[in-house]
Each structure stands twice: as structure tokens, then as C-alpha cells.
């Protein structure tokens, strides 16, 4: 079964702040995604990556940025977080990124911007 | 842009009884449709999928959708619901490979004794 961890689990910062959050799959999928979920607005997608040193532009992504540094491992930075920035984020994973791929996630990272 | 409704934010269902959740997708064509289950403190895991075929799908924990092209639904169902289905369920969808899943806002479930 796919393995995606993410840390920290929680996070809380200020206006401004500089945060990262990790993700790592150990599944060896090519495909990794970043998300958020929001009441209101279900989960959202900010940025995915097709392999490492590769990223793409999802449906929300101002005001984050996103790095693939190898083929496991994909951060998300908030490098000046607001409050509009308080989520829980998800981070998953999907063998080959085809359409009908199963996309596996991780346990979430929730965020507060105070 | 496609589009996900799942209109019941929250059903309260008894242990035993059994289970149907909404969901209606927009868009011009049949996309890849997806239910996902979100148990508390966790992520989300795939409960079944559906593209093409029979249109009523299979999948874990007792799971079943039926889709329909007719009325661009996708609804989830289980004959008899355990208190351990007490979860959050969304419904996605997905067209092409320059997008990644839009997701509904969800369903949440809860199972009584």
C-alpha cells in the first residue's frame, strides 16, 4: 500500500512568516499533488509535479510555491503566509499521473496563520 | 470549467440501515469519476472509480455507485452501513491530464446505533 507521510502535522505561524511543509511517498510514483481543504470549498488543488524538478500550476496557487527535489520528496512554501492561508493541507501521490490513477494521500498538515 | 455537486452536507443514517449519497458532475463529456473517503484524522482513500462499462461499480467496504449519463450523476450507495462508515465521502472527478481532481465539498456521515 502507497506510503505518503507529511510533517509537521501542525503548524502555526504569523503574518508573514516563512513556512514549509514536506511530503514524502515511498511508493516510487512519478506524480505528486499538493491540496488544501477548506470548509466551504472541499479540497483544492495548488500545485502537482510530474517528477522530480518538474512542477505545474493547479487551480489556487498564488501565494505558494513548490519545489520536487527528488522523486520521493515535495515541499510546499508559504513564503509570506496570511491568514487567507489557514487550511489543512493534503499531499498525495498517483502512480504515472493518468487519469484514472488512484491518487494515495498523506495524513494532512494543518496550519494556522495567525 | 467542470464541476462537482454533492448536495447533502450531512446524513445521519442507523446502524443497519442503509446508505445513498447525491452526486451530480458538470461538464460536457463523461469524465473519470472517483469516490473518496476521509475516516477522521486521516487522508483520503479511494473507495471506487468509474470511466467506462457497466455502470454500476464495485468497490471496497460494501461500496457501490451507479452512474448515470442521463442525469450526469454518480451516486454512491451501501445496503447496510456499520458505525465504523462514519467517515466524510467526496466525489471527484477528473477530464484531463493537465488537471488534477475537483473535488465536491463533501458528505458527512453519521452512523448511530
Known amino acids: 500500500e502507497a506510503a505518503v507521510t507529511q510533517s509537521p502535522r501542525n503548524k502555526v505561524t504569523v503574518t508573514g512568516g516563512n513556512v514549509t511543509l514536506s511530503c514524502r511517498q515511498t511508493n516510487s510514483h512519478n506524480y505528486m499533488y499538493w491540496y488544501r481543504q477548506d470548509t466551504g470549498h472541499g479540497l483544492r488543488l495548488i500545485h502537482y509535479?510530474?517528477?522530480?524538478?518538474?512542477?505545474q500550476i493547479g487551480d489556487v496557487p498564488d501565494g505558494y510555491k513548490a519545489t520536487r527535489t527528488t522523486q520521493e520528496d515535495f515541499f510546499l512554501l508559504l513564503e509570506l503566509a496570511s491568514p487567507s492561508q489557514t487550511s489543512l493541507y493534503f499531499c498525495a501521490s498517483s502512480d504515472e499521473g493518468g487519469i484514472y490513477a488512484e491518487q494515495f494521500f498523506g495524513p494532512g498538515t494543518r496550519l494556522t496563520v495567525l | 470549467a467542470q464541476s462537482v455537486t454533492q448536495p447533502d452536507a450531512r446524513v445521519t443514517v442507523s446502524e443497519g440501515a442503509s446508505l445513498q449519497l447525491r452526486c451530480k458532475y458538470s461538464y460536457s463529456a463523461t469524465p473519470y469519476l472517483f469516490w473518496y473517503v476521509q475516516y477522521p484524522r486521516q487522508g483520503l482513500q479511494l473507495l471506487l472509480k468509474?470511466?467506462?462499462?457497466?455502470?454500476v461499480v464495485q468497490g471496497v467496504n460494501g461500496f457501490e455507485a451507479e452512474f448515470s449519463k442521463s442525469n450526469s450523476s454518480f451516486h454512491l450507495r451501501k445496503a447496510s452501513v456499520h458505525w465504523s462508515d462514519s467517515a466524510v465521502y467526496f466525489c471527484?472527478?477528473?477530464?484531463?491530464?493537465?488537471?488534477?481532481?475537483?473535488f465536491g465539498l463533501g458528505t458527512r456521515v453519521s452512523v448511530f446505533p
Open positions: 509535479s510530474y517528477g522530480a524538478g518538474n512542477l
Open positions: 471527484a472527478v477528473r477530464v484531463n491530464y493537465a488537471q488534477g481532481l475537483t
Open positions: 468509474y470511466y467506462s462499462g457497466d455502470p
